[in-house]
């Protein structure tokens, strides 16, 4: 897929619908999908939401919650070269977006 087929499914820089917060991240980790925990950690880290609260709510340990976005913040980070963290995935993805729209 070249950048301009990429960047049709991308988020937008100010809004991430679930579907294409997802799309983006399964484009940049591909070939490897994400795992229904990851997607979890992924869409309630976008809503600042803490580990110990997305453990809770999906039922969940906290210390398995952080493990799983430790490894998936690791993976963004080995593909965009950027430290990705889940205090900064937000900026990282909208930034991530707006080079590819840049390129265009």
């Not at 490894?71 to 593909?79: A, I, K, N, S, Y």
């Amino acid at each position: 897929m070249n950048v301009k087929e990429r960047s049709n499914c991308l988020l937008a820089p100010n809004d991430a619908p679930n579907n294409q917060l997802l799309t983006l991240v399964e484009q940049l980790l591909y070939p490897r999908p994400l795992t229904k925990v990851q997607t979890i950690v992924l869409q309630e880290s976008w809503n600042s939401r803490g580990y110990r609260e997305i453990a809770r709510d999906h039922g969940y340990d906290e210390g398995f919650i952080r493990n799983v976005g430790s490894e998936l913040w690791r993976l963004m980070t080995d593909v965009l070269g950027q430290k990705v963290t889940k205090s900064n995935v937000r900026w990282m993805l909208q930034d991530y977006f707006q080079h590819i729209k840049r390129r265009e």
